[in-house]
């Protein structure tokens, strides 16, 4: 009786986690790339065990396809056609440019900063013991001070924020279809006055049909002047240049002349 028991609460245990398990997000695809947790973890700017006798020899770049250590500007050569980025310092922590990482990484609610003239963004967390005075956001994982639109103050602080919140990601959202039915209205609705009148100018010559030997347009049986046609075409879509006035009234000062001694 007590192995049957014990048997019914074994499988009870199990069918409790097998309906538990799948509310849970604990797979590596939900908390970003592959490259992503090996690049935080990476110790940047130190000398390059390869190429250390070299002048410019500080690893400041990760291959993003090695998931390796971090490169400097010669091992560059064996990583050719692979993804690298480029890792910054700022306030002794590494930071990357937004315009690089905003194309495989989906970085809504970091905030961001603007350093040397380049927006950037810092990849690990930056503890803050003592908030500033009338701050009302700080980062949901190290207390950062920070704007109130934001939520993180780095890449490290959203992974920590993912497994905490299941609506965050760091996945790429695709990019909407801008050819849609409307389009050819929106063309239409753009399309210069220029280009309209030389339409509607091509139009007319084509029916008044221009014969070169008389120098008139003709029109079925009936000839008449390219000059009085054109003319009042043209001047039916588009107005007369104004005149140019003169608006210069004053008299022009005259010769100078030598004083008399």
Not at 79 to 84: K, P
Not at 165 to 183: E, I, M, S, V, W
Not at 210 to 233: H, I, Q, T
């Amino acid at each position: 009786m007590l192995a049957i028991e014990n048997r019914q609460r074994i499988g009870t245990q199990q069918q409790k986690k097998v309906m538990v398990g799948p509310m849970i997000r604990v797979g590596s695809e939900d908390l970003g790339p592959p490259w992503l947790v090996p690049m935080l973890k990476t110790n940047f700017f130190g000398p390059c065990r390869i190429h250390a006798d070299s002048s410019k020899s500080e690893c400041n770049m990760y291959c993003l396809d090695c998931m390796g250590n971090a490169l400097c500007s010669y091992c560059l050569a064996n990583h050719r056609d692979h993804h690298t980025v480029q890792i910054r310092r700022s306030s002794y922590h590494n930071v990357i440019r937004v315009s690089d990482v905003q194309k495989v990484l989906d970085i809504t609610a970091v905030q961001t900063y603007v350093i040397n003239s380049a927006r950037i963004v810092f990849l690990n967390e930056r503890p803050q013991l003592r908030p500033g005075k009338g701050v009302t956001n700080t980062c949901e994982i190290c207390c950062r001070s920070l704007l109130d639109s934001y939520r993180f103050c780095s890449l490290g602080c959203k992974l920590a924020g993912i497994r905490r919140d299941p609506t965050l990601t760091f996945a790429l959202k695709p990019k909407q279809n801008r050819d849609g039915a409307g389009g050819s209205e929106s063309e239409d609705s753009s399309t210069p006055k220029k280009m309209k009148r030389a339409a509607m100018f091509n139009r007319f010559v084509d029916e008044k049909r221009w014969v070169p030997s008389v120098g008139m347009f003709r029109d079925g049986d009936k000839y008449s002047s390219s000059g009085d046609e054109a003319a009042n075409f043209t001047g039916a879509i588009s107005p007369d240049t104004p005149p140019i006035i003169n608006y210069r009234v004053g008299r022009r000062k005259g010769i100078p002349h030598r004083a008399p001694f």
